[in-house]
């Protein structure tokens, strides 16, 4: 099996339950030092210690102990071989089923937790990009509002634009907000990609690449079709005016 085969089992094998083929095919990888099972192996790794952290420890209860014991027949005052037999053959199924289900509930709360990771990281990644534009010199910094919805514009020549805003209404069904770039002496307005407002009315948008700050008159947004446009939609909903 290649990488790409066996990565959906690595929390699997972390845990010490995965199954086989895959479980002899990771060690294989592991054992001849393969770099992507390595890195797939550690991050899994340190997935299961965060759930085995979290994780509460489950004992039936006497009466689900009872329940199980009933629906085979078993009496307490018998003591022959076979009502034993009968209790182990009833309790090896009953932990087949809750094991193969438990395994299942591993494996998807191992998969939200990856997803939720990927999107911790790009919005990371989105961060660290804006504190890159605000914090380097040449940035210039201008502000729109007062009134709804209001904000700051960061441009800077080399980087690119961040746009932060705050009271802007989550867009309609169908519609997206589109930022735009209107350059000086009349010149047709530059899309600068399309974003959304959070639920609690704040947004952050980035575009990244080099702007002429003294060949732009200001930075605008607009409310367009989903996917965004090649020319601005009136009304224009934010304009922020460069000095």
Known sequence: MNCDELQDHYELYAMGVAGEPEKSEIREHLNRGCEVCMA??????????????????????????????ASIGYEQRQFGWAPFLAVATALCLVAAVYFGGRERDLAETASRLREQ????????????????????????????????????????????????????????????????????????????????AASDGTAMHIQRGTVDIGD???VAVTLENEGGSLQPTPPILIVAALQ
């Open 40 to 69: 797939g192996t550690k991050r899994a790794r340190a997935l299961a210690a965060m759930l085995g952290g979290t994780a509460s420890l489950a004992a039936p209860s006497p009466k689900l102990r009872r329940r199980i014991l």
């Open 216 to 218: 732009t008159a200001a």
């Open 117 to 196: 990771m990927g999107r911790q990281s790009q919005e990371l990644t989105r961060l660290n990009e804006a504190f890159s534009i605000l914090n380097s010199t040449g940035t210039a910094v201008t502000s729109f509002g007062p009134g709804q919805p209001k904000g700051k514009v960061f441009v800077n020549p080399s980087l690119g634009v961040v746009l932060i805003a705050s009271n802007l209404p989550a867009a309609p069904a169908g519609k997206t907000y589109e930022m735009w770039v209107v350059p000086k002496g009349g010149k047709p307005p530059v899309p600068a990609g399309v974003f959304q």
